[in-house]
Nanobody, 123 residues
Framework: QVQLVESGGGSVQAGGTLRLSCTVS?????VGWFRQAPGKEREGVGQ????????HYADSVKGRFTISQDNTKKIFALEMKNLKPEDTAMYYC???????????????????WGQGTQVTVSS
């Protein structure tokens, strides 16, 4: 059983930076970051492949968000720069089950989820 715990959310003004962390137990092939704004569906932000650290990002965050893992491959970070009000959402990290050559963005490929952390960006 994989368990995930997020931390690092908060409030920031537009243009600011926040860093979220996700501590993962177990050895999932992929770790993904997702977000859900009020009244909207949960969407993928980006994913990282644990074996080689390769990453993929949603177009809406490309160039502003960076996903990384530490040397233990147990702590995964989401660094968010140049934040915009539309980035306001609950952010979740999630772990895949099984092995993927390219980490998927589909929510149903991630059966294990953290509790979420709120990010609020004011204009």
């Amino acid at each position: 059983q994989v368990q995930l715990v997020e931390s690092g959310g908060g409030s920031v003004q537009a243009g600011g930076t926040l860093r979220l962390s996700c501590t993962v137990s177990g050895y999932p092939g992929c770790v993904g970051w997702f977000r859900q704004a009020p009244g909207k569906e949960r969407e993928g932000v980006g994913q990282i492949r644990r074996d080689d650290g390769s990453t993929h990002y949603a177009d809406s965050v490309k160039g502003r968000f960076t996903i990384s893992q530490d040397n233990t491959k147990k702590i995964f970070a989401l660094e968010m720069k140049n934040l915009k009000p539309e980035d306001t959402a609950m952010y979740y990290c999630a772990a895949s089950q099984g092995w993927f050559l390219v980490c998927p963005s589909a929510l149903d490929k991630y059966p294990y989820w953290g509790q979420g952390t709120q990010v609020t960006v004011s204009s």
